[in-house]
């Protein structure tokens, strides 16, 4: 709950807002992940080890926040809202898929349901038929999709994402094309991107399955190593002393070192983890209390880890300060260049004027043979716009003078 929420004292806003978090916590279930999924692929599966998480640990998962959840449901609204309308005003004739039904590649344990399959006939009766996925994006990226290479080259990976997603459904269903169908949530406006079936992408995505599913089969492999080593460690702490020598214990050495050269053979138990990734390990994925990203640090010598928010607050405003300071850098060359206009042989101090306010004084300095400038950047606008300003006269030339608020000069 926000603030506003937390601290009202009237009764029935308290009731509604405890009703409505109520709903939002009801609404965080996290449901088995015993196949690989569609919906999930992004970015050609980009974190390998985070797909293996999904089929091993999806119990584990860190639950999504409040925020997270806000924004699926307002999806899942606008989903509803975008079906009834081109239904009902642009009489496409619509199946929505069943949400409890799944298309499945058995072999690469591999599923997915796109959102549904529109038909549209045109004037001369022809019938024109798509897979539909409905996406409900905000105005500012609604503006920023415009072409299938937009999504194909997006900077966000889950919008390269979505391409991704189209050929698993149309490889699934052995049909294409799909139609993004882009709804604003700002107004009602639609966008159809169109994405051709490509078998070849279709087939790494079943290759990526496959080698997921290696991971997973090994790795329910070494845990049932572990169990049967894990039982023979007991068995041996139960055998009295005095039927040690008996040969009981060397047997089961044996049977424990045997297992031990079978997990061994079998290692690593997962795939390797990426290059810490903000967007990904930090922000995304769900694996990432039991990933710990941050271990790759350490192997490169962490010593610190600041935690704390005002640290964090800190380092921001370095960030900030620091991109400001590299521009700054470009500017203030440029300025510096302006003051290679005049020469400082016949003219120790020069003004340059740019607009109606910024007056840059140069002061010509000797070094051995060559000068160097020192400036003093004045803004008019800051010293109460001054009427006048008076530049030094030329070797026996006339003075220049600037009326700033009629901006004309005059000799
Ligand atoms: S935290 Fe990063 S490296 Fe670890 S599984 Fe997630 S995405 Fe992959």
Redesign the pocket.
């Known amino acids: 709950m926000n603030n506003e929420q937390l601290e009202t004292q009237d009764p029935f806003e308290q009731e509604f807002y405890s009703r409505y978090n109520e709903w939002i916590q009801n609404e965080k279930q996290i449901y088995p992940h015993e196949w690989n999924r569609a919906s999930d692929i992004y970015d050609a599966f980009r974190?390998l080890?985070?797909y293996v998480?999904n089929r091993i640990k999806w119990k584990e998962q860190g639950a999504p926040d409040d925020e997270l959840v806000k924004v699926w449901k307002k999806g899942e609204e606008e989903e509803d809202i975008v079906t009834n309308y081109i239904q009902d005003k642009l009489k496409m004739t619509y199946y929505r898929w069943d949400q409890s039904k799944y298309l499945s590649d058995e072999k690469h344990r591999f599923r997915g349901r796109p959102d549904g399959v529109g038909i549209l006939k045109t004037k001369d009766g022809q019938e024109l038929r798509r897979i539909i996925d409905i996406k409900s994006v905000s105005g500012n990226i609604f503006g920023t999709i415009r072409t299938l290479d937009d999504i194909i080259n997006s900077k966000h990976w889950w919008h390269r994402g979505y391409y991704y997603q189209a050929q698993s459904y149309m490889g699934l269903m052995e049909e294409g094309p799909l139609v993004d169908l882009f709804s604003s949530k700002q107004k009602k406006d639609f966008k159809l991107i169109t994405i051709p079936h490509d078998e070849g992408v279709y087939q790494s995505i079943l290759a990526k399955c496959e080698e997921i599913n290696g991971w997973v089969d090994k790795y329910f492999k070494i845990q049932e190593l572990k169990r049967e080593k894990e039982e023979l460690r007991k068995v041996a702490m139960n055998i009295p002393a005095d039927e040690e020598k008996f040969g009981k214990l060397d047997g089961i050495e044996a049977e424990d070192e045997a297992l031990t050269d079978e997990i061994n053979a079998l290692l690593p138990e997962l795939p390797d983890?990426?290059e810490y990734?903000t967007a990904?390990?930090g922000k995304s994925?769900k694996?990432?209390d039991i990933?710990k990203?941050f271990e790759i640090f350490r192997s490169q010598g962490l010593k610190l880890h600041l935690t704390d928010e005002v640290s964090i607050e800190k380092a921001k405003r370095w960030e900030e300060l620091k991109s400001a300071s590299n521009e700054f850098k470009i500017y203030d060359t440029w300025l510096n260049e302006l003051g290679k206009v005049y020469d400082p042989e016949t003219q120790p101090e020069a003004k340059v004027l740019i607009g109606s306010n910024y007056v840059i004084t140069f002061k010509a300095r000797k070094r051995k043979d060559s000068y160097y400038y020192v400036k003093e950047v004045a803004n008019l606008d800051e010293l109460n716009k001054p009427q006048k300003v008076s530049f030094p006269s030329e070797a026996g030339g006339k003075s220049t003078h600037v009326i700033f608020d009629e901006f004309e000069l005059m000799e």
Do not use: E, F, N, T
């Open positions: 974190c080890r985070m998480y983890r990426i990734d990904l390990c994925c694996y990432k990933c990203p």
